[in-house]
């Protein structure tokens, strides 16, 4: 079981045993540390005729801090309603892939070659949108799904088995699905636990010899914060 997984499990299991009480409503900020794990799948269409010439592979971990705001509101019973927006002030930069690959593009030719391929990204002013429904386990914990909406710019530098250079500059969108848990440890002040996974659109782009190159990606995030409730 991955250590994704087993958060998630906790998390869900907490929601189970525990008897709901009333929300805290208001303004919350927080500053987040998460752990990433971005899986990447990229396909070659070197003449453009839409059939696919190569492909690649590639994993990513990576820590990234980000900032939150959002605002609860209680709704009947033991459940409230969270709407929120967390940005990353920061670059990610993931490291230069370097990876070996058989090259089958010579259509003229019935033996294949070994190439490599090298490719770096950038991701900036990464923003998601999200709400997050809740169960008030306690009056110190909560429990809560989130669903949001991601979006980055991503600036892609490197080559491919065919091309030496290739720059572009495309929008990484996505939807955020996850499962968390608020605990505050005295008076407005909490840590929280969540687990989500973000499941980017494919984007693509065109290397310097006009070969298609479209990348679809994943990311599986633990995440921790610390924040305050007014």
Request: aromatic share 6%.
């Amino acid at each position: 079981m991955t250590k994704f997984k087993i958060i998630m499990s906790l998390i869900f299991g907490l929601s189970l045993f525990m008897m709901p009480v009333k929300a805290q409503e208001g303004l919350s900020l927080g500053i987040t540390i998460g752990s990433h794990s971005l899986d990447q799948a990229a396909d070659e269409d070197v003449d453009a005729n839409g059939s696919v010439d190569a492909k690649h592979s590639r994993s990513d971990s990576f820590q990234v801090p980000a900032l939150t705001a959002s605002y609860t509101k209680d709704l009947v019973g033991m459940m409230s309603l969270t709407v929120g927006a967390e940005y990353v002030p920061v670059s990610a930069t993931l490291s230069s892939a370097i990876n070996t690959d058989t090259d089958s593009t010579d259509k003229d030719s019935d033996i294949d070659r070994a190439v490599t391929n090298r490719v770096k990204a950038k991701l900036d002013n990464h923003l998601t949108i999200f709400i997050q429904p809740t169960v008030n386990v306690s009056d110190t914990l909560k429990v809560f799904g989130t669903v949001g909406y991601s979006e980055a710019d991503v600036e892609v530098q490197g080559q491919t088995q065919t091309s030496t250079a290739k720059n572009y500059s495309p929008t990484l969108e996505g939807i955020r699905l996850g499962l968390g848990a608020r605990y505050y440890v005295q008076d407005g002040v909490f840590l929280q636990l969540e687990g989500y996974q973000v499941d980017y659109d494919t984007i693509s782009g065109t290397t310097s010899d006009d070969t298609k190159v479209t990348v679809d990606a994943d990311d599986q995030v633990i995440q921790l914060t610390i924040g305050t409730t007014f």
